[in-house]
């Protein structure tokens, strides 16, 4: 298993409503970052503060400014999530299991997790630890 090479391919997928944000999440949004709590609506998230339409996409995941515009072959575009520190726990705890990298295609699988799942599985939640509560708290 690579570490994430930040290709944005779950958040792009996901930032366009299949996440949601605990009611914590969201009263916290409202006191300490209004800059996020703007995007929540009905106490959903990502809509646009403006409109109050649905957006496709998570506001916050953004392009990674390449350095080396001149680079052959071109890099890869990277993304970055600008409330990486305060984003929903639904962004957290992905990826959680390998069967989702897999159909979701993270750039993170190799071949030879493919041939090992449970070890890659094993791996995989040792990487995650920091992102993930403690066994049993889980939802």
């Known amino acids: 298993m690579k570490d994430c090479n930040q290709c944005g391919k779950c958040c792009i997928k996901y930032g ?10 969201i009263d916290l949004w409202e006191i300490f970052n209004p800059e ?31 350095a080396d515009l001149k680079a ?3 890099t890869q575009t990277k993304y970055t999530c600008s409330i990486y520190q305060n984003r929903p726990e639904d962004c957290r705890h992905y990826p959680s299991l390998i069967a989702e990298m ?28 920091d992102s993930r509560p403690p066994s049993g708290t889980q939802r």
């Open 16 to 25: 366009d409503g299949a996440l949601s944000a605990t009611q914590d999440e």
């Open 36 to 66: 996020i709590f703007e995007f929540v609506k009905n106490d959903d998230i990502w809509f646009d503060p403006i409109s109050g339409q649905k957006l496709t996409r998570c506001p916050f995941l953004e392009v990674e400014s390449n």
């Open 72 to 74: 052959q072959p071109p």
């Open 102 to 129: 897999i159909r979701d295609e993270c750039e993170m699988i190799e071949i030879t997790d493919l041939d090992k799942p449970i070890r890659a599985q094993q791996k995989l939640d040792i990487l995650m630890q």
